[in-house]
């Protein structure tokens, strides 16, 4: 299976969930940022057809932490997804202070706490789900109960 490359002229895509009003929060901010410099390239993971093997990975997996990849195709992950496309958009000074030793490790700290817990802060907990693409760290997808 070949996984499709990032496309040319961007040097990092990143993965987002667009039915997350948080995330959509910061993916807006970010296609605002990117308007002129076009570095970027953005990738529903909620949208209709999206298949997560394609990448060779599974969908609980890009909904379990925000991933990305470099202009080479690497696969880059939570935090450091952020950094890589703050740098893209010219921010590179904010992207130092987060390598900060303290800093990196408080900011991968609270952004693990918020991935692990996102749908649940966001309204869509385990009740609410009625799709496969909730069924993080399960086998089964979450059905709605009556």
Not at 22 to 28: F, G, K, P, W, Y
Not at 37 to 65: C, H, L, N, W
Not at 103 to 128: E, P
């Amino acid at each position: 299976m070949t996984v499709p490359a990032v496309p040319q002229g961007k040097s990092v895509e990143v993965f987002f969930d667009a039915e997350c009003p948080l995330c959509m929060r910061e993916i807006r901010l970010l296609q605002r940022l990117d308007q002129r410099r076009g570095r970027i390239a953005f990738t529903d993971i909620a949208r209709p057809g999206f298949d997560a093997t394609v990448y060779g990975k599974s969908q609980a997996e890009f909904m379990g932490s925000i991933q990305g990849r470099d202009a080479q195709g690497g696969w880059i992950e939570g935090v450091e997804v952020f950094r890589q496309l703050y740098g893209a958009v010219g921010l590179g000074w904010l992207v130092g202070v987060t390598r900060v030793w303290g800093i990196r490790h408080c900011l991968d700290a609270m952004y693990g706490v918020f991935a692990r817990n996102r749908l649940q802060l966001t309204g869509r907990s385990d009740a609410r789900c009625t799709t496969d693409r909730c069924s993080i760290g399960s086998a089964e997808p979450l059905r709605e109960t009556p």
